[in-house]
């Protein structure tokens, strides 16, 4: 069983920054594919990135050059530093855990409750 918490949302204007954490529990936190999903308001959950323990990082096209997803091990936690923020990437942020992972929400089997972001014009 995996527990995870993010944090780190907030209010920001556009081409600003904003880091989030999702905190995890568990002892084998380092197997695991973590992965982060938005949604905003009458949309469909969608994928951001996703982190491999090996490493391997996976993004969506519409957040690539501008996200990026690490991870530390050593304090199971994951980070998404997000950079030059629109306003289109206002929604609420989830991480995921996963022992495959992927870009559908239906792939991961744990989540956190989701952190606010918005960026305002």
């Known amino acids: 069983q995996v527990q995870l918490v993010e944090s780190g949302g907030g209010f920001v204007q556009a081409g600003g920054s904003l880091r989030l954490s999702c905190a995890a529990s568990?002892?084998?936190?380092?197997?695991?594919?973590i992965g982060w999903f938005r949604q905003a308001p009458g949309k469909e959950r969608e994928f951001v990135a996703a982190?491999?323990?090996?490493?391997?990082?996976n993004y969506a096209g519409s957040v690539k050059g501008r996200f990026t997803i690490s991870r530390d091990n050593a304090e199971n936690t994951v980070y998404l530093q997000m950079n030059s923020l629109k306003p289109e990437d206002t929604a609420i942020y989830y991480c995921?855990?996963?022992?495959?992972?992927?870009?559908?929400?239906?792939?991961?089997?744990?989540w956190g409750q989701g952190t606010q972001v918005t960026v305002s014009s």
């Open positions: 995921a855990a996963a022992r495959r992972g992927g870009t559908y929400p239906s792939e991961y089997d744990y």
């Open positions: 982190s491999w323990h090996g490493g391997f990082a």
């Open positions: 568990g002892r084998t936190f380092s197997t695991y594919v």
